[in-house]
């Protein structure tokens, strides 16, 4: 019997994306038909979350920064960002199994609808499209994608590991985050610069401009899961609580605060056990600690962007970088 489980607050909280809506609408046409299989199950559990949507933040940092590096020749840049898009899709499908979720992107999970074994054997179909996008692509280009999937499958397994454990420290968290969301970030930033024949040392500095993006994109959603409230998103808070999983301000709580260690370390936590541990979280004064950190990844994004010629796409990044570091005031 599977346990149902809230949805992402996380999916609930848009960002307004600076003006790419027609080379993203190329990168949907192209997931689309990368989804295609000869098993019309493949398909359907593909598109089911996939064509839910999502913030598409990673393909639109992808595609500003191909522009603000100088790159005209879209091509290459939309199969790249369709390629990690779908990296990205395939985790959520594992991550649900993993994590037992009955909702994803506001609706029933492909997990929750189609079960363990399909979705499971989809996640694999998805990362095989995603490679066979990149097939084309020289070796170190290949490499960057397959880095980024071996620091995700890392990211997770370490996530596993500190899953319902109070032992977990800030340097542990960040570890996992840095595997788990800004490895992505990092590598698509950095194969965008390369594709336009940006100098090396603008391709680094773009890798790491995407390394602090990621970093301050998780540390938010993780403020806003515990800091929102139902009333403001239409649906619950404390998902990370629920999970086990140790967001910056659970990790930063369990030391302060004895209830929040026990939630944390429950199986199955109550409705009341949540928002006591959510209470406790927002009265012991971590919260600004989380805001001051998420910030502070996102100067250092900043400062990445300073690498680049004044142009209008470097303003729309510096816009994003801006609108995340907002969603945490």
Not at 116 to 126: E, H, I, K, R, W
Not at 275 to 295: K, P, W
Request: aromatic residues 6%; charged residues 25%; negative net charge.
């Amino acid at each position: 019997m599977k346990t149902l489980r809230h949805t992402r607050v996380r999916e609930a909280f848009p960002l307004s994306l600076p003006p790419v809506s027609e080379l993203l609408q190329q990168v949907e046409a192209r997931l689309v038909e990368r989804l295609q299989s000869r098993e019309p199950l493949l398909t359907q559990i593909s598109s089911y979350l996939v064509s839910s949507g999502g913030k598409r933040v990673r393909p639109t940092v992808i595609l500003l920064v191909f522009r603000a590096c100088g790159g005209r020749d879209f091509a290459d840049v939309i199969d790249v960002a369709a390629a990690l898009e779908l990296i990205h899709s395939a985790t959520l499908l594992h991550d649900d199994i993993i994590d037992n979720n009955s909702m994803r992107r506001g609706k029933e999970s492909a997990y929750h609808r189609y079960g363990t074994a399909s979705t499971l054997v989809t996640g694999d179909f998805v990362f095989s499209r995603a490679f066979q996008l990149c097939a084309r692509f020289e070796e170190k280009l290949i490499a960057w994608a397959a880095e980024a999937c071996v620091s995700l499958t890392e990211g997770e397994i370490m996530q596993g590991r500190f899953r319902r454990n109070c032992a977990v420290t800030v340097p542990d968290y960040l570890e996992i985050i840095s595997r788990k969301t800004a490895s992505i970030f990092q590598q698509g930033a950095r194969t965008a610069a390369s594709l336009a024949q940006a100098p090396e040392t603008i391709v680094e500095a773009m890798a790491q401009c995407g390394f602090n993006v990621g970093m301050t994109f998780q540390i938010v959603d993780d403020l806003l899961d515990i800091e929102s409230s139902e009333a403001r998103l239409g649906k619950s808070v404390g998902i990370d609580l629920r999970d086990g999983n140790p967001s910056l301000p659970i990790v930063l709580a369990l030391g302060r605060e004895p209830e929040v260690a026990r939630v944390f370390r429950l199986e199955t936590p109550s409705d009341e056990d949540v928002a006591l541990a959510i209470e406790r979280i927002r009265a012991c004064g971590v919260l600004e600690t989380v805001r001051v950190m998420a910030a502070d990844y996102g100067q250092r994004a900043r400062r990445g962007l300073a690498a680049l010629t004044p142009s209008p796409d470097k303003e729309h990044l510096e816009a994003l970088v801006e609108q995340l570091i907002t969603r945490a005031a």
